[in-house]
């Protein structure tokens, strides 16, 4: 059994559907990209699965259990954890009380499962670590882009959702954000990852699902999406 299942949703806002029966599956374990253009849905699905917006039609399945109609906090409570879009950063909160915000949602059952998860995301970010009194709001881009994360784990996912979370960074700050977003997979964590850099995300996704105007065309292995000539015509700039 799949740890996320999604059957068949559609999702609208008003009276303009934004997803027409879309199907995935992420099975524990893996890390799953979304690839699409502008437009396509990535976003509204991320939205579905968080409970931000309700399907239509279709069902969402988490860990054997039907979400479809469960308020955001209790999917939260569950470990689906989504990195606050546009970074949301608290600017005046220090690295650390930003990550300690993480785990508000989400409350720890002792002080020592809460150290040692700081402590693991302090490993993961030593960036995080060696800043860890500067305000937020002071941050490079990168920097609030890994805080985000950092406080998203903080919350201890079962599945973490990520939304494009290289958009607008630096080349050298998206490979190093690359890395640990395969890193925390490695050590255990489900990712369902969005992000419009196909290349890097496709080469380190066990697999990925193209959406296209709302509709899944494609899914497969990253690597086979890699080297299909229409993914790659469309989506990695190259003929
Ligand atoms: N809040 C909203 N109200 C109305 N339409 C929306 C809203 N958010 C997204 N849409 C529309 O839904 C479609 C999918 O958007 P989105 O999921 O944000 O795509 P993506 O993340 O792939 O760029 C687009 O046509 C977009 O204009
Ligand atoms: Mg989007």
Redesign the pocket.
């Known amino acids: 059994m799949a740890l996320l299942e999604i059957t068949d949703m559609s999702v609208a ?2 009276r ?1 559907e ?1 997803l027409h029966g879309v199907s995935l599956t992420v099975e524990q374990g893996e890390l799953v990209t979304l690839i ?1 253009a ?8 991320m939205r579905a699965v968080s409970g931000l917006r309700a399907p239509s039609r279709g069902s969402i399945v988490f860990d054997g259990k039907d979400i479809t109609r469960m308020k955001p906090h209790l999917r939260v409570l569950e470990g689906i954890i989504q990195a606050p879009e546009g970074r949301g950063v608290f600017p005046g909160m220090t690295v650390t009380e930003n990550l300690e915000m993480g785990c508000y949602a989400r409350t720890f059952e002792s002080k020592a499962q809460h150290d040692e998860t700081l402590d693991h995301v302090f490993e993961l970010f030593p960036r995080l670590a060696e800043r860890r009194d500067q305000v937020g709001g002071t941050m490079s881009g990168g920097e609030q882009q890994m805080l985000a994360i950092g406080r998203a784990l903080m919350a201890r996912p079962r599945l973490l959702l990520l939304d494009e979370p290289s958009m607008g960074l630096a080349p050298m700050i998206i490979a190093q954000i690359f890395r640990i977003v395969s890193e925390i997979n490695a050590q255990g964590t489900t990712v369902l990852l ?1 992000e419009q850099n196909a290349q890097q995300a496709l080469s380190r996704s066990h697999r990925a699902y193209v ?1 296209e105007t ?1 509709n899944v065309v494609r899914s497969g292995p990253g690597r086979e999406l890699l080297a299909d000539p229409a993914v790659k015509d469309a989506y990695l700039g190259v003929a």
Not at 38 to 45: E, F, H, Q, R, Y
């Open positions: 806002y008003g303009i934004a699409g502008n437009g396509a849905g990535k976003t509204t699905t969005v959406l709302g």
